[in-house]
Nanobody
Framework: QVQLVESGGGLVQAGGSLRLSCAAS????????MGWFRQAPGKERDFVAT????????YYADSVKGRFTISRDNAKNTVYLSMNSLKPEETAAYYC???????????????WGQGTQVTVSS
């Protein structure tokens, strides 16, 4: 069982930056691939980024490549999402998720956090 708690969301102006954190409970965090997804009101949950259990492999949605960076610290049971050059259309609730064999599909993930709201003003 893995419990996930996101933090770091907030209000930022277009072009600004935020860093999201996701703290995981449990001693098996380092065996899970971790992902970030986002969901705007009335829309589907979209993939943002994923990172392998070791941190050695990352994969991003095309829309965030070059602006977002996913990273993890297994000693702290935490995964991060650094977001730069944010756009108003990226306003959404951001969720982290854990999977034994995670990829870009939400159905790959077994555990989810409650989400943290990111609002980008124009």
């Amino acid at each position: 069982q893995v419990q996930l708690v996101e933090s770091g969301g907030g209000l930022v102006q277009a072009g600004g930056s935020l860093r999201l954190s996701c703290a995981a409970s449990g001693r098996t965090f380092s065996s899970y691939n971790m992902g970030w997804f986002r969901q705007a009101p009335g829309k589907e949950r979209d993939f943002v980024a994923t990172i392998s259990w070791s941190g050695g492999g990352t994969y991003y949605a095309d829309s965030v490549k070059g602006r977002f960076t996913i990273s993890r610290d297994n000693a702290k049971n935490t995964v991060y999402l650094s977001m730069n050059s944010l756009k108003p259309e990226e306003t959404a609730a951001y969720y982290c998720a854990a999977a034994r064999y995670g990829g870009p599909k939400a159905n790959d993930y077994d555990y989810w956090g409650q989400g943290t709201q990111v609002t980008v003003s124009s």
